[in-house]
């Protein structure tokens, strides 16, 4: 079994996620005494790629031309891009992946990723779907963290042509970087809960800070604002594809959220204090049963 802090560790894309996985695998594991692995680095931005050599992060990096040197020296890559990217970039280094490579990608979306797999991936090369419950309102390298993770939750989807000593790589690998909680589900019922508690928040953020009636309203703000539209500064390429490659599961979300809007309404509309109140106790127990599972 190959151990964490002598393996060679791959990033296809080292933005905030890709950089921040880098950073902490290289402050947690191979800063260690002993540790003989390595990191590379694939970006199509240079200035990345020098700022990740020049800040002790990668060994060695790459351009998009010299994607496939990288992956045939990799014993775990980590495939930091957007969904549809992701495919597009498992089917054209297909054959470049060194034999028995751990794979994973970080896409927000898994139904195209895991519905492609069985067409793309070769035997030799394991592919654990995975999706580290972590972000940032802010872009880049340059805002990527080793502490990202820390206290963050992972998801992963293991399906049946998984090792298991990969699966506990992974795992091992996970808890070191910081994520105290691992949850494994299938695709489609990730797809479902994220489409509420990610994709869902990241709309309501939205439309809260659409309908502001002017940009200087945060002079009235006092924090709840605040917490709930930082979000609102949003990566609109990305999430424009990750709203659409989960529309289904996400107006569904939108329509349940809509109903409850209306129950509010209605009750202020009529000033029913009591039925009010106990909508919001209501609220307010289910949210207090949510928070002892965190």
Not at 186 to 192: C, K
Request: hydrophobic share 45%; aromatic share 10%.
């Amino acid at each position: 079994m190959r151990s964490l802090s002598n393996a060679v560790y791959g990033f296809a894309g080292l933005g905030l996620m890709g950089g921040s996985f880098a950073k902490a695998i290289r402050a947690k594991l191979l800063d260690e005494p002993g540790a003989s692995g390595k990191i590379f680095a694939l970006d199509t931005n240079k200035a990345t790629l020098g700022a990740a050599v020049e800040r002790g992060i990668a060994d060695q990096t790459f351009e998009p031309d010299c994607a496939a040197l990288m992956l045939k020296q990799c014993d775990v890559v980590f495939i930091c891009l957007y969904p549809s990217t992701t495919i597009d970039f498992l089917k054209t280094y297909r054959d470049d992946f060194k034999s028995g490579a751990l794979v994973s990608d970080i896409s927000g979306v898994k139904m195209g990723v895991m519905g492609a797999l069985l067409d793309i991936l070769r035997e030799d090369v394991d592919f654990i779907c995975g999706h580290p419950m972590a972000g940032s309102e802010k872009e880049g390298f340059y805002h990527s963290s080793e502490y990202l993770f820390e206290g963050r939750n992972y998801i992963l989807m293991p399906h049946k042509a998984n090792k298991p000593e990969n699966l506990d790589f992974f795992k091992s690998l996970a808890g070191a970087l910081g994520f105290s909680r691992i949850t494994e589900t299938d695709y489609l019922s990730h797809d479902h809960k994220i489409a509420f508690t990610s994709q869902l928040c990241h709309v309501i953020a939205s439309a809260l800070v659409e309908s502001a009636e002017d940009t200087k309203i945060t002079a009235f703000g006092g924090g709840s604002f605040e917490d709930l539209t930082r979000i609102a500064m949003i990566n609109a390429p990305l999430w424009t594809e990750l709203f659409l490659a989960n529309r289904g599961e996400l107006l569904s979300h939108i329509e349940t959220f809509k109903l409850s809007l209306e129950k509010i309404s209605a009750l202020i509309a009529v000033s029913d204090s009591n039925g009010l109140c106990e909508f919001l106790e209501a609220v307010r127990l289910k949210r207090t049963a949510m928070s002892m599972l965190c």
